[in-house]
C-alpha cells in the first residue's frame, strides 16, 4: 500500500505583518462610530515606555501560530500567564500600575483598548491581532476597555500575583512617580 508523502513543513519563517494602525484615521474608518481618544494611539511606541512587540507569525494553510519566548521576544522572563475573557459590552478591566511587574498583552482573540498613563503621558493603544503584544514597563498606569464581543486577552507577567506590588489609588500612583522614589515608597 502507497502511504502519501507527508508535506513539508511550513518554513519557520515569520511573514511581514501589516503594519500597526499607521494612522488614527484608519483605525476611524475600520471602526465607524468608535472613539479615537488620543491622537497617538496609532504610534507603535509613545512616550510612556510601552511598545507594540511584533510576535513570529507562522502562517500555515490549517491555521497560523504565534509564539513568544521570555527574555527573547519580550524583554523579561515569565513568571505567570492569565486571561480575560467573557469580558461583558461596555466593562473595563485594569485601573492599576504595578511597582516592578512588567507585563505583555496580546489581543489572542477580538480586539480592546489600552490606555497606559505613566504619571506625566498618556497613550491609547488598540489591539486586535493576535501577533502584536503591548509591553508595559514597571510603573504605568492601565485600563482596558473597548473588549470586542468573545474577545480573550492574554497576559504574559513578568512576577507572580502579588497584591503588594499593585498602585490601584490613581492619585497616590502620580505622586509616587513625582514625588516618591518610583517604587510607591516615600523618598528617603
Ligand atoms: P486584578 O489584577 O485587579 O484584575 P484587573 O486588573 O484585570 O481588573 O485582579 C482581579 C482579582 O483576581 C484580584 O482579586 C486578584 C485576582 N488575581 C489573582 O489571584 N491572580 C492573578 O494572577 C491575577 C491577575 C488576579
Redesign the pocket.
Known amino acids: 500500500m502507497s502511504v502519501a508523502p507527508r508535506q513539508p513543513a511550513p518554513d519557520r519563517i515569520s511573514v511581514p505583518s501589516e503594519p500597526y494602525l499607521p494612522t488614527t484615521e484608519e483605525r476611524r474608518d475600520g471602526h465607524p462610530g468608535r472613539r479615537v481618544t488620543d491622537q497617538r494611539s496609532h504610534l507603535r511606541e509613545g512616550q510612556t515606555g510601552c511598545r507594540i512587540v511584533d510576535l513570529p507569525r507562522i502562517a500555515d494553510p490549517r491555521g497560523n501560530l504565534t509564539f513568544v519566548e521570555g527574555s527573547n521576544h519580550i524583554p523579561f522572563d515569565i513568571a505567570?500567564v492569565?486571561y480575560?475573557y467573557d469580558v461583558p459590552g461596555g466593562e473595563g478591566?485594569?485601573?492599576?500600575a504595578h511597582q516592578q511587574l512588567e507585563q505583555l498583552i496580546v489581543a489572542a482573540s477580538g480586539s480592546l483598548d489600552v490606555l497606559v498613563d505613566d504619571g506625566t503621558h498618556r497613550e491609547r493603544f488598540f489591539l486586535n491581532r493576535s501577533y502584536y503584544g503591548l509591553y508595559i514597563p514597571r510603573m504605568v498606569w492601565r485600563e482596558?476597555d473597548d473588549f470586542s464581543s468573545g474577545s480573550v486577552c492574554l497576559?504574559l507577567?513578568s512576577r507572580?500575583?502579588e497584591?503588594e506590588d499593585?498602585h490601584r489609588d490613581y492619585g497616590a500612583f502620580v505622586a509616587a512617580k513625582h514625588g516618591g522614589n518610583g517604587n510607591g515608597l516615600a523618598a528617603g
Open positions: 505567570r492569565y480575560l478591566r485594569g485601573g492599576h482596558l497576559v507577567a507572580p500575583y497584591e499593585y
